[in-house]
């Protein structure tokens, strides 16, 4: 590859998703998959049907906006979102495609999110593979080099910004999901839980030392319910059976079921 090819493959590509946002897609793996429209198809239709306007929500590992942008639109006008990235190159690229769709109703916050307050050493992949960004050492990737980040319980968030009510909460923060989670007992024991769409995969919960299915089990004990996005946004149940799981799945709390019925695909025998 020439000098001048390579300049012109880092330059990033403006794409229009469908929920009417622009995105710059650069080099890294995620990004090449938005811009070949490969990336999470039954996800995003279902955060684009279920989201509806002057709702909370919160994403967790926001990286360069894909998931935030989505939840911009549909949850306009009178809702607001809360963006978390610790890398602080990831945020640049995504605040680049904040202020190019002028996501007034977004705020993105620079900490990351855990079981504890403190610091904690953030490892930043120096390949295309950015999206493997870790708390712990990311197996199977580039070099890496690492910076030291703030962590805080998602309790102490809400309750420093006076949050109260949160409706959606994405959450994809490679292995560090029951982490997260393990900081967000009051919210998760309130009156107004919110769905979840949680990466859930052994790959990335290896580095931190336990199966992938104690995030199914936690909320589970908790009065959740399981399922997988699939064509057109909708939902099915999730299987319990699996020896280990790589998957993105929906957790919803009893008492939100009726809202969420419109959406189960029921599957024939």
């Known amino acids: 590859m020439t000098r001048l090819q390579s300049r012109f493959r880092s330059l990033p590509i403006p794409i229009r998703l469908s929920c ?21 198809h039954a996800e995003a239709q279902f955060i684009q049907r279920y989201l509806q306007p002057g709702m909370t929500v919160l994403d967790i590992g926001a990286h360069h906006g894909f998931y935030s942008l989505i939840a911009s639109r549909a949850v306009y006008p009178g809702g607001a979102i809360h963006s978390f990235e610790p ?6 690229q995504m605040q680049r495609n904040l202020r190019l769709n002028r996501c007034a109703n977004l705020t993105l916050h620079s900490n990351a999110l855990g079981a504890q307050s403190g610091r904690a ?32 319980p998602l309790d102490e968030f809400l309750k420093e910004h006076g949050l ?6 994405k ?11 393990q900081g967000a007992s009051g919210l998760l024991n309130s009156a107004q839980r ?3 769409l949680a990466e859930v995969s052994d790959l990335r919960t290896k580095a931190w030392g336990y199966p992938a299915r104690e995030i199914l089990a936690h909320l589970e004990q908790k009065g959740f319910r399981w399922f997988e996005p699939v064509a057109q946004g909708r939902l099915v149940a999730a299987d319990r059976r699996l020896g ?26």
């Not at 890398?87 to 640049?92: C, I, L, N, V």
């Not at 930043?124 to 980040?149: H, K, M, W």
């Not at 923060?173 to 982490?179: H, I, K, L, P």
């Open 171 to 181: 959450m994809d923060v490679e292995g560090a999901e029951f982490s997260v989670l």
């Open 194 to 196: 919110p769905v979840i």
């Open 121 to 152: 050493r953030l490892f930043l992949v120096q390949g295309n593979q950015d999206g493997c960004n870790s708390l712990r050492q990311p197996d199977g990737v580039a070099a890496t080099i690492s910076v030291e980040v703030e962590v805080m």
């Open 20 to 40: 009417g946002a622009w995105y710059m897609a650069g080099d890294s793996e995620l990004d090449q998959r938005i811009l070949y429209d490969l990336f999470e």
């Open 164 to 169: 109260q009510n949160v409706d959606f909460l």
């Open 244 to 269: 280990s799981y790589d998957h993105n799945l929906v957790a919803v709390p009893e008492e939100k079921m009726e809202r969420i019925r419109p959406f189960l695909q029921q599957v024939s025998p």
């Open 87 to 92: 890398s602080s190159r990831e945020r640049a």
